[in-house]
């Protein structure tokens, strides 16, 4: 079955270096992948989407790159700002099992310190 | 415009019972998917409806059903409830298809006694 991992442990950076959050999968072949932002006690945010065909988009201060060779997506956050604390989930959408479907991983904590 | 909307936001129930979720989506979006939300396995997909019809399920029991209106207003039942059935459920919806971007709205949180 499709495995979606991202770190499990929270990154606790410092205010200002570049987060770098991983997402890999298994067992699919996404067409497209997608970055959200969750904060606690609320909805995710959708942040980037990223096709298949793309190896990089940018928008801002965020950067994400898709490897399907690698079966990886990183995801960046430069100049990084305590208000960027949050949970960060990766999705890969596709179509399989004759539906066309989203898969969440479950989330990578961010931490930024001052 | 208005974001995602649910409700109730908070809902406590006791085994055995049934609940009734309901999402408005954006203005204009066609598609509502729904999630549930676990800190053990984290946010699942149950369906997504679209024009009023069933378009793509996840691998939940038929204790979980849902339905969209005519006006994309979208409910979501589980009937017999279960202690396991404890969650976040949220609603998602986009203009035509979950490939696109997924509005979420804030969620509903069912405990389960």
């Known amino acids: 079955s499709q495995k979606i991992e991202q770190n499990s442990e929270a990154l606790n950076i410092q205010e200002g270096k570049t987060a770098t959050l991983t997402c890999n999968y298994t067992n699919y072949s996404p067409a497209y992948l997608q970055w959200y932002r969750q904060d606690p006690g609320r909805g995710p945010v959708f942040l980037l989407l990223?096709?298949?065909?793309?190896k990089e988009k940018r928008k801002e201060r965020l950067k994400v790159t898709f490897d399907t060779t690698l079966k990886q997506s990183l995801f960046h956050i430069t100049a990084s700002q305590p208000a960027d604390s949050a949970t960060y989930l990766c999705a890969l959408g596709g179509f399989s099992g004759g539906y066309n479907k989203l898969i969440f991983g479950a989330g990578t904590r961010l931490a930024v310190h001052p | 415009k208005a974001g995602v909307t649910q409700t109730p936001r908070y809902l406590i129930k006791t085994r055995g019972q049934q609940v009734t979720l309901s999402c408005s989506p954006i203005?204009?979006?066609?598609?509502v998917s729904w999630y549930q939300q676990t800190p053990g396995q984290g946010l699942q997909f149950l369906f997504e409806?679209?024009?009023?019809?069933?378009?793509n399920k996840g691998n939940f029991p038929g204790r979980f059903s849902g339905r969209q209106f005519s006006n994309s207003r979208s409910e979501m039942n589980v009937s017999t409830l279960e202690l396991g059935d404890s969650a976040l459920y949220l609603c998602?919806?986009?203009?035509?298809?979950?490939?696109?971007?997924?509005?979420f709205g804030p969620g509903t949180r069912l405990l389960v006694l």
């Open positions: 203005s204009g979006h066609r598609s």
């Open positions: 990223i096709r298949e065909n793309e």
């Open positions: 998602a919806s986009s203009w035509a298809s979950v490939q696109e971007t997924q509005y």
């Open positions: 409806y679209f024009s009023e019809t069933q378009r």
